[in-house]
Structure formats: C-alpha cells, structure tokens
C-alpha cells in the first residue's frame, strides 16, 4: 500500500480522536452559555416533571415537592418513596414556576415540625422572577397565603432560590440577584456576573427581614448550596466570577456577629465567559469544617472534585478528581454524619444514565469504591440524600419509574 495514503489514513484517525475529545469535554459542560452576561444566552426551558426536591420527615418518611401547572405540590412518602395518600397544593393561585435542571421548588422541615417550602416565579420579562415563601404548620394538611421573600420588586433576575432550616430554627433563603449589575450598568460601571443575595427568618417563617447582599459577582445560573453548623451558623457555597472571569467557587458563612466574609474555595482557575450550570454540593465536617464537591471545567480534564475546606484557616485540601470523564460525571449531593461522608453523582452517555454513589467513613480523607446505584435508559434527575432514622438513602426522580430511593448499605 502507497506509504502516503497510509500517512492520510493515520493524520484522518488523528483529527477524529481530536475531534472526539473536544466533544468529550464540550458534553461535560453541560448547558455551558456562551453570552457574556450568562443566562441571557439561554432559551427559558419548560417544565421538568423530573426537577423535585425531597426531605426527611422525623417519623422516617419523606416530603416532596413539585410543580404542576403552574402550582407546587407537596406530597407525604414512606421510606421507599410510596405516596402516603397526602398530597396539597401549596400556592393557589397558578404562575409561572421554575423547574427544570438547578432551579425547582425546594422544601425543608424545621425542628418545630413545619413545612417550608420556596420556590421561583418566572416573570414575563426574560430572566426575571420572584422568589416565594410558604409554610404549612399542621404536617402538610394545608399551607399559609404564600409571600414573595425579598422586599425588592423590580421585574428583573431574583432567581435559583435555595433554601435551609438550621438546628436552631434559623431559616435562610438565598437567590441569584441582578439588581446591582443593572444599577451598575446604569451608572456605565463595569459588573461582572450577578449577586447572591439572602433573607433570614427568626419567627419560623412568619416573615423575613430585609434582604441582605453576600457577595458580588457571582455566577449566573448555577444553584447554591447550603448547610449549617450545630450553633447555627449557615456555609453558603456558590460558583463565583473571580478576576478574569474565572468560574471557581466561593463561600461565606452567615451568624454570630459581623458581616459574612468571601472566601475563595476553589483554585481550578476554569476561564468561561458564560454560566455552566452546574452547582456544587457542600456538608458539614467533623471537626474541620466542610466537605466540598463541584464541577471544575478547567485544563484538559474536567469534570468534579472533592475537596475538604478547614473552617478557620479557610485553606482548601488539594482537591480529588471524581466520577468519569468520558461519562459527563456532574450534579454532586453529599451528606455527612460524623466521621461518615455519602457522595453521589449523576453520569450519562449514549448508553443512558446512572446514579454512582461511594462512602468515606474516615472523615473523608479515604473513600471506597464508587458503585452504581441506579441504571436507565431514561432520563434522571438529579441524586439527593436522605437520612430516614439513621438509614442513609438516595432519592433519584425517574421518567419511567417515578421517584425512586435507594437505601444505602451500611
């Protein structure tokens, strides 16, 4: 055979495994905006039928919250995520619910027993919205008038709401916000990214106070997670726009006394001009501070880390590469008790998609192998933790099968 077609043959196989890598990696990015203010290059996406949330109720059952035409439900589950018979509407009035991907209606049970419920109304200006609050105070039978959180009404960005109940009773609500990149934008300043902003209710949700700012230059679209210490102090944990538009991660915490204080979490130094859509998932350490799990695009092998973050000198472990590359591994959930830490993730390729789960029992210095929890040839949502009375379970929404939970073995 003529050396030179031999040679064309070698440099055409070349170019496709090139061509197949940056495929690779562009798949990884899922839903990666390519505009420079972000989510403004993005279609609003329909309802997600898939997108709920779940949360553990005292008695070993579960609450689970969705949207249906144009309302949020809330419905009663046992332990294997069989409907208990209860379901309620919590907003009677019909809007425009968000829930598809990192932004859906999210719910959480305080010590008292209540039920508090937020979740975002798109608006009819693009991009904008309003984040609402409910609570139910007799176990979910019925729920009070709904009211929007935050005391800003412009119709402009107050969106991917996230919501947490501290030990204490503390109820913290957070949102994406853009009212100071408008203003910034007025005044012909320059602005990059958005904001977080958040609210706090010390009467068990009866009303919140004045909205507060966290931080600015926050990224766009990705959601924010949050936890809480024993005392009560609240971590927030969000992708942030760091010099140069870089998309790394920062966190505060909210308590005690003085004003939240920005520190930087991550060190991917990721370069993107546009919101990746993929939030990170954070848990309370045992004696250290905090376990931190994210997506980081940055160099030639994205896909998501785990990381320890010390709590006073708010220096970050070298963070440990998880979950397969080639399968688009994203979507962490983590949850810690004592020394035991549960990570879960979501991968996909043409053969379909699988929920992959691993345990540390050493505070997270080693981990066991990872093993899928959940196969399908269908769409999942993305895996949540539950501790039902001590037995630590995943929650995977499916197309086919409804929610499924999974316990984990001990």
């Not at 027993?113 to 919205?129: I, M, Q, R």
């Not at 024993?230 to 971590?235: H, K, M, R």
């Not at 905090?290 to 970050?316: E, N, T």
Request: proline content about 5%.
């Amino acid at each position: 055979m003529n050396v030179n077609f031999i040679h064309k043959i070698n440099l055409l196989r070349h170019g496709l495994s090139v061509v197949l890598g940056l495929f690779v990696l562009m798949t990884s990015w899922v839903d990666c905006a390519q505009a420079h203010e972000g989510h403004e290059g993005h279609a609003e996406q329909a309802p997600n039928a898939l997108a709920v949330s779940v949360t553990p109720e005292g008695a070993g059952r579960i609450w689970l919250a969705q949207a249906r035409q144009g309302q949020v439900w809330v419905s009663l589950l046992d332990a294997t995520g069989k409907p208990l018979g209860r379901e309620t509407v919590v907003n009677s009035l019909p809007m425009k619910v968000a829930a598809d991907g990192e932004a859906r209606p999210k719910i959480a049970v305080g010590p008292n027993g209540h039920l508090y419920v937020t979740w975002t109304e798109s608006l009819k200006k693009p991009y904008a919205g309003y984040i609402w609050f409910a609570r139910s105070t007799d176990g979910g039978k019925s729920f009070e008038a709904p009211y929007i959180v935050h005391q800003h009404r412009d119709e402009i960005t107050h969106r991917f709401d996230s919501l947490h109940v501290a030990a204490n009773g503390t109820i913290t609500v957070a949102w994406v916000d853009k009212r100071d990149l408008l203003a910034a934008k007025a005044a012909g300043k320059p602005y990059d990214g958005a904001a977080i902003y958040y609210a706090v209710s010390s009467d068990h949700g009866k009303s919140f106070a004045p909205e507060q700012k966290l931080a600015d230059s926050s990224c766009e679209c990705c959601r924010i997670a949050m936890t809480s210490k024993p005392d009560g102090t609240v971590a927030v944990l969000w992708r942030h726009v760091f010099e140069g538009s870089e998309r790394d991660h920062a966190m505060a915490e909210i308590g005690g006394t003085g004003k939240p204080v920005l520190v930087r979490a991550s060190y991917g130094h990721w370069k993107l001009d546009g919101c990746p859509h993929h939030g990170a998932a954070i848990a309370v350490g045992e004696g250290f501070g905090y376990h931190l799990a994210y997506f980081d695009g940055a160099g030639d092998k994205p896909g998501l880390r785990l990381a320890r973050m010390d709590g006073q000198a708010w220096v970050s472990s070298p963070p440990k590469r998880i979950g397969d590359l080639k399968r688009n591994a994203s979507h962490p959930a983590l949850l810690s008790v004592a020394d035991k830490v549960w990570l879960a993730w979501q991968e996909r390729d043409s053969s379909g998609f699988d929920i992959v789960a691993m345990v540390s029992v050493d505070g997270g210095r080693t981990w066991g192998a990872p093993s899928v929890m959940l196969h399908s040839t269908t769409k999942l949502d993305y895996p949540q933790w539950l501790n039902l009375q001590g037995q630590v379970s995943l929650a995977v929404n499916t197309s086919d099968q409804g929610l499924k939970v999974l316990p984990f073995a001990k």
